[in-house]
């Protein structure tokens, strides 16, 4: 173990008294000097392994590979951030650079650790570790198609509503609204993970094949085949995240339709009693009901009957 923040496997540098794994996370100056050291090439920078270019991100020189990659910081389902990481991967040595936690590397610490059936060689210790990504990132996957299920079925499967059930239903709609849009947040997180495991399991298995007498090849070309599936599933998740947002949103807007149509409803009911209530309260001495008994009661039901009579017709209509 050479310091806090790097750690190397096997530990106590192995039967060959070098280390197979290094593992920096957040590394000082001097670790990656440490680092630098045993394993011969320079060590990239938190810049370095955020940059984008594919020139950037995989690079081979002197039989050594220099890969990065984004990856998904969190548990399924829990928060986090896209955080990079990044692989330097010689024939005898494998150095994991970042800046998070990453539960692949902590398996495979474990793996380490207890001794048999741990890898046994850097290109071994690599595989392993792009192996436990991806079945990281079909957790992550899966728990998000779990949670987009359960809103679907809640939203589509859900009786109608009236009265104050339906604006409760609204304002959990708004609220499922948003947590479809966090789901597709991470959903395209997801997408760039995969995107950079792609990447960097197809550039190892090409300049990797002669490596240990070729066979990790099978194991890399079926990461390769795994990593195409999570990538079809993944725009799956994505169209469903598109499917499930314009649908609640046509709902709200559906929603506030009948608001609104409600809103007409009274607004125009009460023009005609107003319109005759208008009549009857002008101040004119000569009116046919000015002096009549029954002017009060009939002035009372004509109100009532032009009040009555449009709500029969926006009925008649389906308006309600």
């Not at 000569?286 to 009579?309: H, K, N, T």
């Amino acid at each position: 173990m050479v310091s806090r923040m790097l750690k190397s496997f096997p530990a106590g540098d192995g039967a060959s008294g070098q280390p197979i794994w290094l593992d920096l996370h957040d590394p000082t100056a001097e670790e990656l000097a440490e680092a630098e050291r045993v394993v011969g090439v320079p060590m990239p920078s938190r810049a370095g392994l955020s940059e984008i270019e594919t020139s950037s991100r995989l690079r081979s020189r002197d039989g050594v590979l220099s890969m990065s990659m984004p990856t998904i910081n969190h548990d399924p389902g829990g928060p986090g951030e896209v955080l990079p990481v990044g692989f330097v991967l010689s024939s005898s040595h494998l150095v994991t650079i970042r800046f998070g936690r990453l539960r692949a590397a902590e398996a495979l610490a474990a793996r380490f650790e207890e001794g048999a059936g741990g890898p046994t060689c850097s290109l071994d210790a690599f595989v392993e570790l792009c192996d436990d990504i991806v079945d990281v990132l079909a957790d992550v996957l899966e728990h998000t198609a779990g949670e987009l299920k359960t809103i679907s079925t809640a939203l589509f499967r859900a009786g109608e509503t009236e009265g104050p059930e339906a604006i409760r239903s609204n304002r959990m709609m708004r609220g499922k609204l948003h947590l479809v849009g966090r789901l597709g947040d991470r959903t395209s997180e997801a997408r760039d993970a995969l995107l950079g495991i792609g990447r960097v399991v197809d550039f190892a298995c090409e300049l990797t094949a002669s490596w240990a007498d070729g066979q990790f090849e099978p194991h890399l070309r079926s990461l390769r085949q795994d990593v195409a599936s999570l990538d079809d599933y993944q725009t799956h998740l994505e169209d469903k995240v598109q499917f499930l947002v314009d649908a609640m949103v046509g709902l709200i807007g559906m929603a506030q339709n009948d608001i609104f149509k409600i809103l007409t409803i009274v607004s125009i009911v009460g023009i005609p009693p107003t319109l005759v209530a208008g009549i009857y309260g002008m101040n004119f001495h000569i009116m046919p009901e000015l002096s009549w008994a029954w002017g009060y009661p009939y002035g009372l039901a004509v109100i009532a009957l032009s009040g009555v009579i449009p709500l029969i017709w926006f009925k008649l209509r389906g308006w309600f």
